[in-house]
């Protein structure tokens, strides 16, 4: 088959959060599975290529920025021209503008229109472009239990032509054994893009009080701002210092692939208490438990039938500094139940390997 993924911002680009790394991983996969694979992206966002890259087996067809109505216009001509069987939208409202959004909606390509929905809502008026391009895409591949919630209790009659297609992580495994710092102090880590939502002030307000009962730690904030957000990692930053917990906190910001995969692999735990609840769409929480990392989070936003607490994520019954700071206690001390949770994690991982993820993809691309 010819497949087009269509990504504004596939890598290398200026802003790269989990639906470019995503994208590229998906590309990647189904080209080894035989496949022709087309990237089309945004000049916008993505990078010109090095000549390497020029040279991959997955083309990448840049279209000018930034992205609206005629944008659709000229990929429906381009999937024409390159006679591409099935084009694959990536979508989340954040990613295009609404005039890009409504052409694309109501657009009848000649060929199998598919979208992949990786956030369906947003607000306001986002959510009516939402159903939009639910009802008017040819199917739907939802990357996540929060989405197929909403199409079961809201619009089950969209489920015939949907398959649910998790994500994977975008963090290769790294195979080192775990090792804490020289001075054996455990590092507990932090991982993902900054942005509001991702309980970051949370942490802040744990870490002060496992700093004032003395626990021994050291924290790594791993992960970017990301676009019309930037403020929010100086502010971060800012606050590390004003709590006084810059001896103990470090921020690493945005490293190589290989720096976060050896960090996530030396710390004792992963702390994601995301703000709206822990959810397999995370691909923070990907990269955690490819990793085999024990990992403290949220209750789920969902019932998610595969998590399970204190066996593979540990999370407070009610989500409040109170209770975090008993389970990071807890995780500090407790070599048991990391082991418990590491174990869990590598066992849970096995469902979203990428091999799995493209599998699933061809079947849904083909029937």
């Known amino acids: 088959m010819k497949i087009a993924i269509i990504c504004p911002n596939y890598p290398p680009a200026v802003f790269e959060g989990g639906i470019s790394h995503y994208s590229r991983l998906i590309a990647t996969h189904l080209l ?9 992206t945004s000049t916008e966002f993505t990078l010109p290529l090095s000549e390497q890259k020029r040279q991959d087996e997955i083309k990448q067809i840049h279209i000018q920025g930034p992205w609206n109505c005629n944008t659709v216009n000229y990929i429906e001509k381009l999937v024409k021209q390159k006679k591409i069987d099935n084009v694959v939208l990536q979508y989340s409202p954040a990613s295009f503008k609404k005039s890009f959004r409504i052409k694309w909606a109501l657009s009848n390509f000649s060929v199998q229109k598919i979208v992949t929905f990786h956030t369906l809502w947003g607000k306001g008026f986002d959510r009516i472009l939402g159903a939009l391009n639910l009802v008017g895409c040819k199917k739907i591949i939802a990357t996540n239990s929060e989405i197929m919630s909403i199409l079961t209790r809201r619009l089950p009659f969209l489920l015939k032509k949907t398959y649910m297609i998790p994500i994977g992580s975008n963090i290769s495994a790294n195979n080192q054994k775990p090792i804490t710092n020289q001075d054996g102090v ?12 991702k309980g970051l002030n949370l942490i802040l307000d744990v870490l002060e009080v496992l700093k004032e009962r003395k626990q021994k730690f050291v924290f790594k904030f791993i992960g970017g701002g990301m676009l019309n957000h930037e403020f929010y990692e100086t502010n971060l930053q800012k606050k590390i210092k004003e709590r006084s917990l810059d001896d103990q906190v470090e921020y690493l910001g945005r490293i190589p692939e290989n720096e976060v995969s050896k960090w996530l692999n030396k710390s004792r735990f992963i702390f994601l208490p995301y703000e709206r609840g822990l959810s397999d769409r995370r691909g923070s929480f990907m990269a955690a438990i490819a990793q085999g990392k024990a990992i403290l989070s949220s209750p789920p936003v969902v019932v998610m039938p595969l998590l399970k607490n204190g066996v593979n994520v540990l999370w407070p019954i009610k989500a409040s500094v109170e209770e975090y700071i008993k389970l990071t206690e807890k995780m500090l001390n407790d070599d048991e139940l990391i082991r418990r949770l590491e174990k869990g994690a590598k066992e849970l991982s096995s469902n979203f390997s990428w091999d799995k993820i493209a599998a699933e993809y061809e079947f849904a691309l083909l029937n």
């Open 32 to 40: 080894k599975n035989g496949h022709k694979v087309f990237a089309i």
């Open 186 to 197: 455990p590092i507990i880590s932090y991982f993902g893009m900054l942005y509001p939502g």
